[in-house]
């Protein structure tokens, strides 16, 4: 679950940001006065296309390292290999969804 947040902190940064500080502002009531900032993290990080690249392309890294993780508790260690390949891998789609904007960019010029 580590990695997955990394990976939402990278592309939705700026509402990961607003729903913690909503949080840490609120202690005693902060699932109801956050509920908007909840919505807006869950939207961004189920639909963004960075997120959603990395979804659709790396799945099955994914599947590996988490049934790894879930054979393995308490020996992360063990899951570092299956962890590297989905890093690479979500790693690499990012970085394939970026240049495939900056090439539509330059053709819609």
């Not at 869950?42 to 099955?60: A, F, L, M, Q, R």
């Not at 394939?96 to 960019?105: A, D, T, Y």
Request: glycine residues 4%.
């Amino acid at each position: 679950m580590d990695v997955v947040m990394k990976i939402v902190a990278k592309y939705c940064k700026n509402e990961l940001e607003t729903y913690g500080e909503c949080v840490q502002n609120n202690p005693g009531d902060w699932n109801v006065k956050c509920s908007q900032y909840k919505a807006r993290l869950t939207d961004c990080s189920s639909t963004h296309p960075g997120v959603k690249c990395i979804k659709t392309n790396c799945k099955e890294e994914f599947t590996a390292y988490d049934i790894c993780l879930k054979e393995n508790p308490g020996k992360v260690d063990s899951c570092m290999s299956t962890l590297v390949k989905f890093l690479e891998c979500a790693d690499n789609a990012a970085l394939n969804l970026e240049k495939s904007i900056k090439s539509q960019r330059e053709t819609d010029k």
